[in-house]
């Protein structure tokens, strides 16, 4: 008999390591997850839907919360439903602060508000935002919260400085979503 696949929700934010986000599902794929990845309207300025949609073979929620849709299904509440674990990667500074303040203003963040599915979030960004007193205030009340955080890595920065910072190694990513599944 197969084995059924478990359903990850893999949340994809403007930051610029959403190139590896591509290898992170193809990844993810390849150990038998099925993968439905939900886009922020910034992150589309950075890689196309179409992109995640050939490597996911799913459609891509692109996060307009009042775009036409072809069911009758309220997107986010739907999708919360479905998703054994929701991991962002890579999550911005911004988006860390939307869900540790509660904010609700496109798909991503309402319907991890709305889901009681296991939250991971491997965060990406400039080495002074993230020592930054406010997204590191972000970061411990997500994890009092219960949200598995995969922590970033020490490394050469997109703006060209050495730091922590860089979003951790897909295989670091794989192995915690496994650890958690
Ligand atoms: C080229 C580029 C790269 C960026 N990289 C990052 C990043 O790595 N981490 C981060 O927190 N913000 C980064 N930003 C800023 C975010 O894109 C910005 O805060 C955006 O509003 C985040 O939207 P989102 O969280 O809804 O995807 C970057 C912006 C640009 C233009």
């Keep these: 008999m197969k084995k059924e696949q478990k359903n990850i929700i893999l949340g994809v934010t403007a ?16 150990r038998g997850f099925a993968v439905t990845v939900v886009m922020t309207k910034e992150a589309q300025e950075l890689v196309k839907p179409i992109v995640f949609q050939s490597l996911s073979a799913n459609r891509v929620y692109t996060g307009g919360l009042f775009d036409a849709q072809d069911s009758w299904d309220i997107e986010h509440v739907s999708l919360a439903e479905k998703a054994e674990l929701i991991l962002i990667a890579p999550a911005t500074a911004n ?31 400039n080495a002074n935002m993230y020592k930054n007193k406010i997204t590191q205030g972000n970061i411990a ?41």
């Design 95 to 125: 988006i860390i602060a939307k869900l540790a303040a509660g904010i609700c203003d496109d798909l991503l963040s309402c319907l991890v508000c709305a889901s009681t599915a296991k939250v991971l979030i491997a965060p990406a960004m």
């Design 15 to 30: 930051s610029i390591a959403i190139y590896k986000s591509c290898d992170l599902v193809r990844k993810l794929r390849e």
């Design 141 to 181: 009340k997500l994890k009092a919260c219960g949200y598995g955080l995969i922590p970033p890595r020490e490394g050469l920065l997109a703006c060209g400085v050495k730091g922590v910072g860089c979003l951790a190694e897909v295989e670091t990513i794989v192995a915690a979503v496994k650890k958690l599944l």
